[in-house]
């Protein structure tokens, strides 16, 4: 590649628009253009680090034995009707009309389509497992399209989807497909973590996700210091302990007090003088659109993933001010648990605590010396607070840290929720009809090319993983009007092309200081010098760009060294993720 010849705009200022430095290092470095909101156009570099990704996760499918196929983006409605997704999937399915009035949509995923592929075609457990996957573009509405790659509406996904004909059987399909997707995270360059993540209705440990572990990260995963134990802090259980301070104390009777214009727990606590723990937070949610309030400590936020599944529910969100209103006569803030008319869910620390300050479901006032077995009617106990910090390992009760992180994956088994509804189902030995179990499994291909520049990058720019990189090695031309500086720069091109090196030529008629501007900004691992003063001593400067390491590479064993060096880039790199 000839810079000189490739579109590679790359920009000195950083756009307004964006927020995090993926966003930022990608449009300064020309490999990425906005079209519209959450909708992007790949660059030629852009593009190749696409490629990159998907080359390196075809390799590792191929592995674990997925064949790869391509279905299209549009989905006809009728399917999604049969898998109930139609009414259930809410604004994120873009849906429109063709000219014959038929319903359609574009595919967020292909869990339909794919059922609706082998429901025909297979019918004997002796053509079982079956596992297919494709790369491919993907639609979601998203609500909150940001970060560039990060979040898009529309973005590129690689989904795989395994059928099988007993749980074995899928099980194996299941871990086969996560440690495919520890050898292509691992292989891409990246420090990533698998965890335990929210598997809903199915249950189990069966849904990992794999974090990127990054700042910008919009998830938080909690792992353990002392076992293996990592998991979505959605997922996170935390541990309930029955106390054993709480003896025979007896509540007070409950009393009701004013408290004007407080309506947050920390304004509640300072104006009674008592601890946040002692206040009862009471939120309203609505739960497939039945109201439901739920109590945790003060200091404690609601994990609404536990709610969801605590009420085997599809969807759940934070009751409106109307709402609110409506329910507990009084605006947010003041709500509590007694004498409300719809169901109460208490976190389990609430227990057998005593004493409590709740709102009084009236404005400006609270209740004190509430005890909640005695003065409210909690519908059921649970674990519905997020794991904090301060909790133990709900495995082996050791110390637990909290970290961010960017979900570049997730394999999930579905059970039979796609076959059972869409009837795709088989004969077994026994000639008895059984339903294919399922397990579906995605890889965000353009958010691990923004997951990796979170975690790999510096002041001056981009510093792309070995196997990410758009090219292995960018040569500096520093002198192109200088006929001897030209010709060694040919020549080097040219072996190390050869050699199979990837090779980014800047032959612009540019400063140096604009050339090592972009070499830096790009990213690209590798980067040869050459010119004029430094020929005359028989070298080329070179440096690694992830640890700023310079060196010289006498010019007449350039290709002896030249991999020498790459070797010992490479090497770096793996010290570095380990
Ligand atoms: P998120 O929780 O981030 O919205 P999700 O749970 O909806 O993700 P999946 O349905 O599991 O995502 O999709 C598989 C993979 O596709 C995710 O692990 C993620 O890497 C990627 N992905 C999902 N939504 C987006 C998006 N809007 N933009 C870019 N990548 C995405
Ligand atoms: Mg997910």
């Given at each position: 590649?000839?810079?000189?010849?490739?579109?590679?705009?790359?920009?000195?200022?950083?756009?307004?628009?964006?927020?995090?430095?993926?966003?930022?290092?990608?449009?300064?470095?020309?490999?990425?253009?906005?079209?519209?909101?959450?909708?992007?156009?790949?660059?030629?570099?852009?593009?190749?680090?696409?490629?990159?990704?998907?080359?390196?996760?075809?390799?590792?499918?191929?592995?674990?034995?997925?064949?790869?196929?391509?279905?299209?983006?549009?989905?006809?409605?009728?399917?999604?009707?049969?898998?109930?997704?139609?009414?259930?999937?809410?604004?994120?399915?873009?849906?429109?009309?063709?000219?014959?009035?038929?319903?359609?949509?574009?595919?967020?995923?292909?869990?339909?389509?794919?059922?609706?592929?082998?429901?025909?075609?297979?019918?004997?457990?002796?053509?079982?497992?079956?596992?297919?996957?494709?790369?491919?573009?993907?639609?979601?509405?998203?609500?909150?399209?940001?970060?560039g790659l990060m979040r898009g509406r529309e973005f590129v996904m690689k989904d795989g989807y395994s059928f099988d004909a007993n749980a074995v059987g899928a099980e194996k399909s299941y871990w086969e497909c996560h440690a495919a997707y520890k050898r292509i995270f691992r292989r891409l360059g990246l420090r990533f973590r698998p965890v335990e993540a929210d598997s809903g209705s199915i249950g189990g440990n069966f849904s990992h996700e794999f974090m990127v572990l990054a700042d910008a990260g919009e998830d938080t995963i909690a792992f353990c210091h002392d076992c293996d134990y990592a998991a979505n802090v959605e997922r996170?259980?935390?541990?309930?302990?029955?106390?054993?301070?709480?003896?025979?104390?007896?509540?007070?009777?409950?009393?009701?007090?004013?408290?004007?214009?407080?309506?947050?727990?920390e304004e509640v606590s300072a104006m009674l003088g008592v601890p946040a723990a002692a206040v009862v937070k009471t939120m309203l949610?609505?739960?497939?659109?039945?109201?439901?309030?739920?109590?945790?400590?003060?200091?404690?936020?609601v994990n609404d993933v536990k709610l969801k599944n605590v009420c085997n529910a599809q969807e759940v969100h934070l009751a409106d001010g109307d709402t609110v209103m409506a329910l507990t006569h009084a605006p947010v803030g003041f709500a509590g648990p007694i004498g409300l008319a719809i169901?109460?869910?208490?976190?389990?620390?609430?227990?057998?605590?005593?004493?409590?300050?709740?709102g009084a479901n009236a404005q400006d006032s609270h209740c004190m010396h509430v005890d909640l077995n005695?003065?409210?009617?909690?519908?059921?106990?649970?674990?519905?607070?997020?794991?904090?910090?301060?909790?133990?390992?709900?495995?082996?009760?050791?110390?637990?840290?909290?970290?961010?992180?960017?979900?570049?994956?997730h394999v999930f088994m579905l059970g039979c929720k796609y076959s059972d509804a869409m009837h795709a189902t088989f004969l077994d030995e026994n000639g008895r009809e059984q339903t294919m179990i399922m397990g579906c499994y995605g890889i965000g291909v353009s958010r691990v090319a923004a997951a990796a520049i979170e975690q790999n990058h510096d002041e001056q720019g981009i510093v792309f993983p070995p196997a990410i990189a758009p090219a292995d090695c960018v040569l500096l031309n520093l002198d192109p009007r200088n006929d001897v500086v030209n010709a060694m720069v040919e020549d080097l091109y040219g072996?190390?092309?050869?050699?199979?090196?990837?090779?980014?030529?800047?032959?612009?008629?540019?400063?140096?200081?604009?050339?090592?501007?972009?070499?830096?900004?790009?990213?690209?691992?590798?980067?040869?010098?050459?010119?004029?003063k430094s020929l005359a001593?028989?070298?080329?400067?070179?440096?690694?760009?992830?640890?700023?390491?310079?060196?010289?590479?006498?010019?007449?064993?350039?290709?002896?060294?030249?991999?020498a060096w790459a070797e010992r880039v490479r090497a770096g790199w793996e010290a570095q993720q380990a």
């Open positions: 590649m000839r810079f000189s010849q490739c579109y590679i705009p790359t920009l000195k200022e950083t756009p307004a628009e964006a927020e995090v430095i993926s966003h930022k290092l990608l449009l300064r470095a020309g490999m990425v253009r906005k079209l519209t909101s959450g909708m992007y156009t790949y660059l030629p570099l852009g593009l190749r680090v696409l490629e990159k990704i998907s080359k390196v996760i075809r390799e590792e499918m191929a592995v674990a034995g997925y064949q790869e196929v391509l279905m299209p983006m549009v989905q006809p409605a009728d399917l999604w009707k049969e898998s109930g997704r139609w009414e259930h999937y809410g604004k994120e399915l873009l849906r429109f009309r063709d000219r014959n009035d038929r319903e359609y949509c574009l595919g967020p995923t292909h869990e339909e389509v794919i059922t609706d592929l082998v429901r025909g075609e297979l019918k004997s457990y002796r053509q079982l497992p079956v596992r297919l996957f494709q790369i491919q573009t993907k639609f979601r509405d998203e609500i909150r399209p940001r970060f996170a259980e935390v541990r309930y302990q029955a106390s054993e301070t709480k003896g025979e104390y007896t509540c007070p009777s409950m009393e009701r007090v004013a408290t004007p214009g407080a309506h947050t727990v949610f609505v739960v497939d659109g039945k109201p439901v309030a739920v109590l945790v400590r003060g200091d404690r936020e169901p109460v869910y208490a976190d389990n620390e609430l227990r057998e605590g005593v004493d409590y300050v709740t005695r003065d409210a009617a909690v519908t059921a106990w649970a674990d519905l607070r997020m794991i904090t910090a301060q909790d133990a390992c709900p495995r082996c009760g050791g110390h637990l840290e909290l970290t961010r992180g960017i979900e570049v994956g072996s190390l092309r050869h050699m199979g090196v990837e090779v980014l030529l800047d032959d612009r008629e540019e400063r140096p200081g604009v050339k090592f501007k972009d070499a830096d900004l790009l990213g690209i691992p590798m980067q040869l010098v050459v010119g004029g001593r028989g070298v080329v400067e070179c440096k690694d760009r992830r640890s700023g390491q310079k060196g010289e590479l006498p010019v007449d064993n350039l290709p002896a060294s030249f991999s």
